[in-house]
């Protein structure tokens, strides 16, 4: 099928090459001139793994095309899909002044019927809000749907998850536009569910809130294992066989961060405030995520009495292994954090040194994660990136003003720590 992506970001650059890679022919749209052109020249504005392989591939295959121009793609396409940010505003509501703009100019250049796609997260009713704005806004009479298909890519397996979803979610005002979508998503092999498109709107916000609060809740275990001996990594795992509840988002950690669940979680109460409903246990799930970075640094700042003057390594700064994002990251927020009481920071991360350049000022950015706890007075872990755990402990216990690790992903065996001589801090162990 002839389809267009609006929006090459980390959701639209993903769909839009995935979608070629099964056999369609895409247009990825973005008014970003400068990331088309790298696009085009085979560069990647982003990283996440596979995904600049199969860039290649299927433009080389002629399948997958990039364009500034938003009434190229839609005239050039039957199904139009839109992956524009959707920002948090100040008051943790979305701001849609993105999908409004490209829904007017998706709309006047609609020259044949059209199937115009949301895939961004909104929340609820946007679908009709988007039908609305076509119908008032299209030259042309031509006739058109709007469905609603909410992505569950997690940043650093987007590719892995888009190409074997668990589920497809398609939301749709009438019966018309189901046959091309379950077209669209046919080689995929994964159930479709087929709804209206409000549930389908909600079902995006409610997977996220529940995902967070999963991790809210083993970070709250975390604190009862702190204070009475019990080892948290033991509770989820006697959890997690559970299948009513599965292990997964059940790792404890200095909280959870990125693009996509604190701005969700904000948006989700935002959206309940609004229909009349005080969302208060997702409430409970944000100030239980900002405690747990609370508690960390303060298990810091408690060992090493006085912060201001000391050199701390800091190991991760994306907000999450195997992605270079470093948005909304708890590890940058660490880095703030500890800086403000006087830190001197020695950093590294695997693929986010050069984005987290732009947000982190005076500290020293270090090539080789094995030369970051030299001179340092404590090393933190703050991304659970798997190199970590080759760190050469050898080398930093030698090398280490004091050896002492404060690990906020729980990498290592508390006991083989203590074995090698590390003053070792960890979460809910
Ligand atoms: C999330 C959703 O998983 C995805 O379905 C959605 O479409 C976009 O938002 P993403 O933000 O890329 O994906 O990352 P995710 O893997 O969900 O992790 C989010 C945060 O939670 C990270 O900071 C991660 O480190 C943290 N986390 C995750 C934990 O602290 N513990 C866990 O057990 C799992």
Known sequence: MRLSVIGTGYVGLVTGTCLAEVGHNVIC??????????????????YEPGLEELVKKNTAAGRLSFSTSIAEGVRNSDVIFIAVPTPPLP?????????????????????????????????????????????????AQVEFDVASNPEFLREGSAVEDFMHPDRIVIGVQSQRPVPALKEIYAPFNAPILVTDINSAELI?????SFLALKISYINAISVICEATGANVVEVANGMGMDKRIGRAFLD????????????????????AEQVGYDFALLKEVQRINAMQMDRFIKKITDTLWVVKGK???????????????????????????????????????????????????????????????DGCDAL?????????????????????VQPIIF???????????ARLGFIYKSIGR
């Open 29 to 46: 749209v973005d008014n970003d001139e400068a990331k088309i052109e790298l696009l085009k020249r085979g560069g990647m504005p982003i």
């Open 91 to 139: 008051d943790g509501s979305v701001d849609m002044s993105f999908i409004e703009k490209v829904t007017r100019e998706i709309s006047a250049a609609m020259d044949s019927y059209k199937i115009v796609v949301d895939k961004s997260t909104v929340p609820v009713k946007t679908g009709e809000k988007v039908a609305e704005t076509i119908r008032r806004f299209r030259k």
């Open 204 to 208: 995006k916000h409610a997977s996220n």
């Open 252 to 271: 404890a950690s200095l909280g959870f961060g990125g693009s996509c669940f604190p701005k969700d979680l904000s948006a989700f109460i935002k959206i």
């Open 311 to 373: 050199t701390i390594g800091v190991l991760g700064l994306a907000f999450k292994k195997n992605t270079d994002d470093v948005r909304v990251s708890p590890a940058i927020e660490l880095c703030h954090r500890l800086q403000g009481q006087g830190a001197i920071l020695r950093v590294h991360d695997p693929k986010a040194m050069e984005k987290a350049r732009a947000v982190l000022k005076d500290v020293t950015f270090v090539d080789d994660m094995n030369a970051v706890p």
């Open 380 to 400: 933190v872990i703050a991304t659970e990136w798997d190199e970590f755990k080759q760190l050469d402990l050898e080398r930093a216990r030698r090398t280490m």
């Open 407 to 417: 690990d906020g992903r729980n990498l290592f065996d508390p006991a083989e720590m």
